[in-house]
C-alpha cells in the first residue's frame, strides 16, 4: 500500500508521522511525505532518510494557521495534485484540514491534531477573533469532504463537531511513542517540564510563578526565542533551550516529576514520553489529558498555582506517593503502543482502499480508553477517582 502523508516540521506532528511511518514499514506500507511549514532542520532530514519506506518531498509553503496564509494554501494545493497524479497513492493522509477538500483522486483521510478554535476557546475563554472567519469556514469545508476524520482524543474529536460539524465518519486513535526511546534512569530530585514561556497552552509559565517555594529545582526544556526575536528570560525556573530527542530521553529519564498545567493538550505527546521514563505526572486538569490519563496522573486547574505548588510540594516530600504515581504512569504509557496505533490505521487505511468491507470497530481497536485495561486506582493525592 502507498500514502500520501501530509506533514510540517513543526515540532508534534513531525514525531507523531516519523512514529507512525516507522511502524508501518514492517507492513510494507510506502509513505510519500510531502512537509510543509518552516523547513526541515538536519536532524529531521537526517530521522525521515533512516526510514526505507518514507519517500521525502519538502516544501515551505505557509500552513493553514498561519499569518496570511492562503495564496500558500492554494499554491500547496496544485502541488499536492501533482504529487498524487505523479505517485498514485491508495489513501490520502492529511494532517491538516484545508486540503481534504481538494479534488482528490483516492479516498481522503484527515487527521485534526489541534485547531484555532479550540485553542482558543481553551486558552482564552472566548470564541476566536472575527479574522479567523476564512479559517473557520476553509476547515469546516475539508473537513466536511473528507471520507474520514482521526482525532488523538474523543475529547478533540468531540471539539471538532463542536466548531465544524457535522462531521464525516470519525475514528479516535490515540498516539503512541516506542517505549526503548524513554528508559528509567537514576532519578534525581527535579521537576522537569518542556514548552515555551509565552504558550498560553501548555502553560509552562505557571511553573516560573511557583519554582521560588519548592525545594527541588524546575527546569524547563524549549525554545527561547520568543515570536518577536527576543528571548525568553526566566528567574525561577531554569531553562534548558530546544533540546534534541537524545537529550530529552536523558533528562526524562533522571526527573522524578514531570509537570505540565496545560489549559489546551489534545492529547500530549511529551507527557507520553515522560511517563514511559518513569516520572511522576502533574496536569493541568482538563478534558483530554484526564481521558488520556485517567488515575495515572494528578491534576491541577491550569489557573491555580496554590494547587500546582501544593501537589508538586506533596510529590516531593512523600517518597512513597512519588513512585506510586511513577508506576501508574508508566504502565499506563505503554498501553499507547505503536503497535496498538499501527493496527488501528492499518484497517482504517484498507476500508478507505476498500480493501476491507467495513470500518474498524473503535471499542474492539484503539478508538476508545474503555478497551485500555488499566488498574481500577483510588486517587491519594485529592481523594476522588477521576
Not at 504558550?199 to 519548592?214: C, I, P
Not at 527576543?230 to 509537570?259: E, N, P, V
Not at 482502499?353 to 478508538?367: F, I, N, Q
Request: glycine residues 8%; aromatic residues 8%.
Amino acid at each position: 500500500m502507498k500514502v500520501l502523508m501530509t506533514t510540517d516540521a513543526v515540532g508534534g506532528v513531525w514525531t507523531y508521522a516519523m512514529e507512525l511511518a516507522r511502524a508501518l514499514r514492517p507492513a510494507g506500507v510506502e509513505i510519500v511525505l510531502a512537509t510543509m511549514g518552516p523547513a526541515m532542520s538536519a536532524a529531521q532530514e537526517r530521522e525521515a532518510a533512516g526510514l526505507s519506506n518514507v519517500t521525502v518531498c519538502p516544501s515551505t509553503w505557509k500552513l493553514e494557521w498561519m499569518n496570511e496564509p492562503w495564496a500558500d494554501v492554494a499554491a500547496a494545493g496544485r502541488w499536492l495534485l501533482k504529487l498524487e497524479e505523479t505517485h498514485r497513492p491508495d489513501v490520502i493522509h492529511l494532517n491538516g484540514y484545508v486540503h481534504g477538500a481538494l479534488p482528490w483522486r483516492a479516498p481522503v483521510m484527515v487527521v485534526g491534531h489541534s485547531c484555532v478554535l479550540s485553542w482558543w476557546r481553551a486558552v482564552k475563554g472566548e470564541a476566536a477573533p472575527a479574522e479567523w472567519g476564512r479559517y473557520e469556514a476553509e476547515v469546516r469545508r475539508g473537513i466536511r469532504q473528507a471520507d474520514m476524520l482521526i482525532a488523538p482524543s474523543r475529547e478533540m474529536l468531540r471539539s471538532l463537531g463542536q466548531f465544524y460539524g457535522p462531521l464525516p465518519p470519525g475514528r479516535v486513535i490515540y498516539n503512541a511513542r516506542e517505549p526503548a526511546l524513554f528508559p528509567p534512569r537514576r532519578k534525581r530530585p527535579l521537576v522537569l517540564s518542556a514548552g515555551r514561556l509565552w504558550d498560553e497552552a501548555k502553560n509552562v509559565s505557571a511553573l516560573e510563578r511557583v519554582a521560588d517555594e519548592l525545594d527541588w529545582p524546575v527546569y524547563v526544556a524549549g525554545e527561547t526565542r520568543a515570536p518577536d526575536g527576543g528571548r525568553a528570560h526566566a528567574s525561577a525556573t531554569r531553562m534548558l533551550g530546544k533540546l534534541d530527542q537524545t537529550a530529552m530521553s536523558r533528562w526524562l529519564g533522571s526527573a522524578s516529576i514531570y509537570c505540565l498545567p496545560a489549559r489546551y493538550e489534545p492529547f500530549g505527546l511529551s507527557v507520553l514520553e515522560a511517563a514511559l521514563a518513569g516520572c511522576a505526572l502533574v496536569l493541568g486538569d482538563i478534558p483530554s489529558l484526564r481521558e488520556v490519563w485517567g488515575a495515572a496522573a494528578i491534576f491541577v486547574p491550569p489557573d491555580d498555582p496554590t494547587a500546582l505548588r501544593k501537589e508538586l510540594h506533596n510529590l516531593i516530600h512523600n517518597d512513597a506517593l512519588r513512585a506510586d504515581f511513577s508506576r501508574r504512569a508508566r504502565d499506563r504509557a505503554e498501553l499507547y503502543t505503536p503497535q496498538r496505533m499501527v493496527g488501528t490505521y492499518l484497517s482504517v487505511y484498507r476500508y478507505l482502499a476498500r480493501a476491507e468491507a467495513s470500518p474498524p470497530d473503535t471499542a474492539l481497536a484503539y478508538g476508545s480508553t474503555s478497551s485500555l485495561k488499566t488498574p481500577d486506582y483510588a486517587y491519594p493525592s485529592q481523594g476522588v477517582r477521576p
